[in-house]
């Protein structure tokens, strides 16, 4: 091999190294992130899924006063906090190994590209503007809308009873009345068959309850089970003790009237001896 057609190689070896880092810093200046999803890089329990929806209420919070405000005022220019620079910065300033992160990248990817129809299910069930909505409020209701209608493998009793846990954490202490209220009106529409078979099932199990027979109690046998109660056992016979002092005094006043008797026969018996003794008789 030559030296020119060496150096020929070594300059496309290095060209194409140049383009694939001009590529990468154009991809991280656009805010495109790769991210590892693979499920063995990030914890999927319940808890894990808990938190993630914790840290997308937060993440969406921020977007909802920044961007999404700027936009909707038509200040364009101010937009420099986009959901994938909040996620990445959310990510870098907290401890997110106990967190499912591929939900958590999920909802602020999914719910900022599908706001107008969220927020379009959500005013339907509204008695005032989507605007007027506390920004906490807007932001679990639209996690709620989100996964009552894209994830439907989440029972819809859970959807409910999580937004109230993200209420309870971060909202007002009224506000779980509106959520609640809305989100059971969105799980009628958009879970309508799971909704009914849930309320088919709460009726079976409270006409099961109705439909229990009532035990009677049998007076007879009352009567005879205090027959038995009062009849006397050896356990609750008269003692004598210390408190019992009528007893002592019916006990020592029948030995004194034996004694007596004993006394009186006995001079009874002396009498009759000496009338019938003959020297007496002389």
């Known amino acids: 091999m030559t030296d020119q057609l060496k150096r020929a190689i070594n300059a496309a070896k290095t060209e194409q190294s140049d383009t694939q880092q001009a590529i990468s810093v154009a991809s991280s200046s656009a805010g495109?992130?790769?991210f590892d999803m693979s499920e063995s890089s990030y914890k999927t329990s319940h808890t894990a899924v808990r938190k993630a929806r914790r840290f997308a209420m937060q993440g969406l919070y921020e977007w909802l006063v920044t961007d999404r405000r700027f936009d909707i005022d038509?200040?364009?220019g101010w937009k420099d906090n986009a959901p994938h620079d909040i996620a990445a910065r959310t990510r870098a300033t907290n401890a997110m190994h106990t967190v499912h992160i591929g939900y958590y990248h999920e909802m602020m990817r999914d719910i900022p590209e599908q706001i107008e129809a969220l927020d379009t299910l959500i005013s339907q069930h509204l008695d005032r503007d989507i605007d007027k909505l506390d920004t906490v409020e807007h932001a679990i209701l639209l996690i709620g809308a989100y996964e009552l209608q894209n994830r439907l493998e989440i029972p819809y009793k859970?959807?409910?009873d999580e937004a109230m846990k993200l209420n309870n954490h971060f909202g007002a202490t009224d506000a779980h009345k509106l959520i609640n209220a809305v989100l059971d009106k969105m799980a009628?529409?958009?879970r309508e068959v799971e909704v009914q078979a849930d309320t088919k099932a709460n009726l079976r199990t409270s006409q099961k309850t109705a439909a229990k027979?009532?035990?009677?109690t049998d007076t007879d046998n009352t009567a005879d089970t205090h027959a038995i109660e009062e009849k006397p056992t050896a356990s609750n016979k008269p003692r004598i003790s210390a408190n019992k002092t009528n007893v002592k005094r019916n006990s020592a006043s029948k030995a004194s009237a034996n004694i007596s008797d004993f006394k009186a026969r006995k001079k009874d018996n002396a009498e009759k001896d000496d009338n019938t003794d003959p020297?007496?008789?002389?």
């Open 213 to 216: 027979p009532v035990v009677k």
């Open 158 to 160: 859970v959807v409910l």
């Open 188 to 190: 009628v529409e958009l």
């Open 74 to 76: 038509g200040k364009l």
């Open 279 to 282: 020297k007496n008789q002389e």
């Open 32 to 34: 495109e992130q790769n």
